[in-house]
């Protein structure tokens, strides 16, 4: 059974210590979103592509009006400039 995913581009990426880093990735109409937290060291050996296919049920509702407004804009100016597999 194939599962069904869903193209979603960086749009948000923060280190809340030094030993983390989170990742978002959303959707063009920054309706749904999916954050990551990768460790500092796993991303050494993995690199952040400007986009990824997430499971769709792993994907959540963006809470609220100025976050989907962010996340849409920042989406729609990644998959413009970037192919999904570019590093960035």
């Given at each position: 059974?194939?599962?069904?995913?869903?193209?979603?581009?960086?749009?948000?990426?923060?280190?809340?210590?030094?030993?983390?880093?989170?990742?978002?990735?959303?959707?063009?109409?920054?309706?749904?979103?999916?954050?990551?937290?990768?460790?500092?060291?796993?991303?050494?050996?993995?690199?952040?592509?400007?986009?990824r296919d997430?499971?769709?049920?792993?994907?959540?509702?963006?809470?609220?009006?100025?976050?989907?407004?962010?996340?849409?804009?920042?989406?729609?100016?990644?998959?413009?400039?970037?192919?999904?597999?570019?590093?960035?």
């Amino acid at each position: 059974m194939d599962e069904e995913t869903v193209r979603c581009w960086l749009v948000d990426r923060e280190t809340p210590d030094e030993n983390l880093v989170t990742l978002v990735y959303a959707t063009t109409d920054g309706e749904r979103h999916y954050t990551q937290q990768l460790s500092f060291q796993l991303l050494t050996r993995r690199e952040v592509t400007a986009a990824r296919d997430v499971p769709a049920e792993k994907l959540e509702a963006t809470p609220n009006d100025a976050d989907r407004e962010r996340y849409a804009t920042q989406a729609r100016s990644m998959a413009e400039r970037h192919d999904p597999d570019d590093p960035v």
